[in-house]
Structure formats: C-alpha cells, structure tokens
C-alpha cells in the first residue's frame, strides 16, 4: 500500500506563485510515475503533469510555461512548481502514483487563485 500526502496549498493573487508537494510512504517501487490532477468545482478532474522516475514530464496545454513539476527520488517527493498563476486555476489539486499497474491518490490540496 502506498500513501500520498499533499503540503497544504492556498490562496494567491493572479499572477503569484505557490508550490506544492506530494510526498509518498509505503511500499514504493522502482520505477513508478507522479503527477498532478485537478479538479474545479462543477468540472471533471483534468492531468496538469506528470513525471517519470526517470524524469520525463508532460503537461496540460494551458499550465505549459507557468507550471514545473519535478521529483525528489531519495525522499519520494513530487513538487508542483505554479507560476503565474489564473484564477482557472482555482480547483483541488490531487498527487498521483501509478504503481505495478495500481493508482494511487492523494486526499487533495486546494489552490485558490484570486484575480
């Protein structure tokens, strides 16, 4: 079994900056991917990024630029850097591991983004 805990996220102004991290406990694997989902209120939840253990990302198109997500392998560590932020932004933000074929899920972090 695997447990994901998110640091605590918060509210911003447009235009700010803010990070979040996902660290991971348990039985971890090598290799396994990370990553950011979303979900706003009345929406479905949409993938912001995504990190291979060997450090391969990928992006929804509308954080490319502004967000970075990148990884700490020694401690189990996800980081979601947000740059720029919008008030689109605004939605809870999830951690994601998949596993030897099983997805694991963070609780959820809120961001909130004020314009």
């Known amino acids: 079994q695997v447990q994901l805990a998110e640091s605590r996220g918060g509210l911003v102004q447009a235009g700010g900056s803010l990070r979040v991290s996902c660290a991971a406990s348990g039985n971890i694997f090598r290799p396994n991917s990370m990553g950011w989902y979303r979900q706003a209120p009345g929406k479905q939840r949409e993938l912001v990024a995504t990190i291979t253990w060997g450090g391969t990302t990928d992006y929804l198109d509308s954080v490319k630029g502004r967000f970075t997500i990148s990884r700490d392998n020694a401690v189990n560590t996800v980081y979601l850097q947000m740059n720029s932020l919008k008030p689109e932004d605004t939605a809870v933000y999830y951690c994601?591991?998949?596993?030897?074929?099983?997805?694991?899920w963070g609780r959820g972090t809120q961001v909130t983004v004020s314009s």
């Open positions: 994601n591991m998949n596993q030897l074929g099983a997805v694991y």
